[in-house]
């Protein structure tokens, strides 16, 4: 009986490594567009990726059929974060230097508005919805706050105050919390959206720049790169479970439907992909400062920027695992 059982422990233990070692990352492609890519977007249907680019005040639109820049246009000073409406009708931009949210037509690529929203707006999210976007004030070393703002009218609905240099943010499903990682303050704030308050804050590790939720949604993942690794919370018992090893300076992350996660390593020039136990599959090389990672709806693409390079990298996912 105990023979049996050990040899099962084996043999699913060589079927748990056989799963690892077939996922790859291929690089197929490398795309120039404009200087200091930053972040990225892609349309709802994931025909276009929309890359700010930070150094040339423009935003580079990518055919992801073709893996071509095909259009360049003006995304305002200094554009950062980006967003796109679930209808695909507007385009939402931050613009670091100017305290501004430029707001563009997703067809004609035309200024259509500019928000004026608080000081320096380093990124923004649309909720799942649409109807309301949120501005990650990252605030010059000073308390951030996070503006709240109505995309058909483009009219401010309120701010809420959270810790030092906010960075980025993630909206739940359903659209009733938004999660705010600070950077300056190493935390993460809940914020309770129909009420427009703080409802918890948990410390992380050092420097939070990302995050991601899980398939289900119960469990977030963010990167803190002044620690060099990946916090696990919990988001039904509200707490942080155990921080995982990655790479250094992870500075964005990503997770697909199977809970495979990945993670770009500013620092070493990488890309990472974990299993969902945090096991490592593969790292592969990116180029100088990569910035943000985003995977193509049918999760067979993850698209890299890649800040000195003025690149967009391009990696095939493919899974070789025999079906069992």
Same mark, same amino acid.
């Given at each position: 009986?105990?023979?049996n059982?050990?040899?099962?422990?084996v043999?699913?233990?060589l079927?748990?490594?056989?799963?690892?070692?077939?996922?790859?990352?291929t690089q197929?492609k490398?795309?120039?567009?404009?200087?200091s890519?930053?972040?990225?977007a892609?349309?709802?249907?994931?025909?276009?990726l929309?890359?700010?680019?930070?150094?040339?005040d423009?935003i580079?639109?990518?055919?992801?059929?073709?893996?071509?820049?095909?259009?360049?246009f003006?995304?305002?000073?200094?554009p950062?974060?980006?967003?796109?409406t679930p209808?695909?009708d507007?385009i939402?931009?931050t613009?670091l230097?100017? =305290?501004? @949210?430029?707001? $563009? &037509?997703?067809? /004609?690529?035309?200024?259509?508005?500019d928000?004026? !929203? %608080?000081?320096? *707006?380093?990124?923004?999210?649309?909720?799942p919805?649409?109807?309301?976007?949120?501005v990650?004030?990252?605030?010059?070393?000073?308390i =951030?706050? @996070?503006?709240? $703002? &109505?995309t058909? /009218?483009h009219?401010?609905l309120?701010?809420?105050? !959270? %810790?030092?240099? *906010?960075?980025?943010?993630v909206?739940?499903?359903?659209?009733?919390?938004?999660?705010?990682?600070?950077g300056?303050?190493n935390?993460l704030?809940?914020i309770?959206?129909?009420?427009?308050?703080?409802?918890?804050t948990?410390?992380?590790?050092?420097?939070?720049?990302?995050?991601?939720?899980?398939?289900?949604g119960n469990?977030?993942?963010?990167?803190?790169?002044?620690t060099?690794?990946?916090?696990?919370?919990d988001?039904?018992d509200?707490?942080?479970?155990?921080?995982?090893?990655?790479?250094?300076?992870p500075?964005s992350?990503?997770?697909?439907?199977?809970?495979?996660?990945f993670?770009?390593?500013?620092?070493?020039?990488?890309?990472?992909?974990?299993?969902?136990?945090?096991?490592?599959?593969t790292?592969?090389?990116?180029?100088?400062?990569?910035?943000?990672v985003?995977l193509s709806?049918?999760?067979?693409?993850?698209?890299?920027?890649v800040?000195?390079d003025?690149?967009?990298?391009?990696?095939?996912?493919?899974?070789?695992?025999p079906?069992?």
């Open positions: 009986m105990k023979t059982q050990l040899t099962r422990m043999l699913l233990l079927i748990g490594l056989t799963s690892l070692s077939a996922v790859h990352l197929v490398k795309i120039k567009v404009g200087n890519p930053t972040y990225a892609l349309s709802p249907d994931g025909r276009l929309f890359v700010a680019n930070f150094a040339s423009e580079s639109v990518i055919d992801t059929a073709t893996l071509r820049t095909i259009k360049k003006y995304g305002g000073h200094e950062v974060g980006i967003a796109i209808d695909a507007k939402f931009v613009n230097a100017g =305290g501004l @949210i430029k707001v $563009i &037509d997703a067809k /004609t690529y035309e200024v259509k508005d928000i004026k !929203v %608080g000081d320096t *707006p380093s990124n923004i999210t649309i909720s919805r649409g109807g309301q976007a949120f990650t004030n990252y605030g010059r070393g000073r =951030g706050r @996070i503006d709240f $703002i &109505d058909s /009218t009219r401010i309120g701010e809420v105050e !959270v %810790g030092v240099r *906010p960075l980025a943010s909206v739940s499903e359903l659209g009733d919390r938004l999660y705010v990682v600070c300056g303050s935390d704030y809940i309770d959206i129909s009420q427009r308050r703080v409802i918890e948990l410390p992380v590790g050092q420097g939070p720049d990302a995050l991601a939720f899980s398939p289900d469990t977030l993942y963010i990167s803190n790169s002044g060099h690794d990946v916090s696990i919370v988001l039904i509200l707490k942080e479970i155990r921080r995982e090893k990655v790479g250094s300076k500075f992350i990503a997770v697909n439907k199977d809970g495979f996660i993670v770009v390593e500013s620092e070493d020039k990488t890309l990472s992909l974990f299993s969902p136990d945090f096991e490592k599959i790292t592969v090389k990116v180029g100088d400062r990569p910035i943000d985003k709806p049918d999760e067979r693409f993850a698209y890299v920027t800040e000195q003025n690149r967009v990298f391009v990696f095939e996912i493919t899974d070789d695992t079906d069992r």
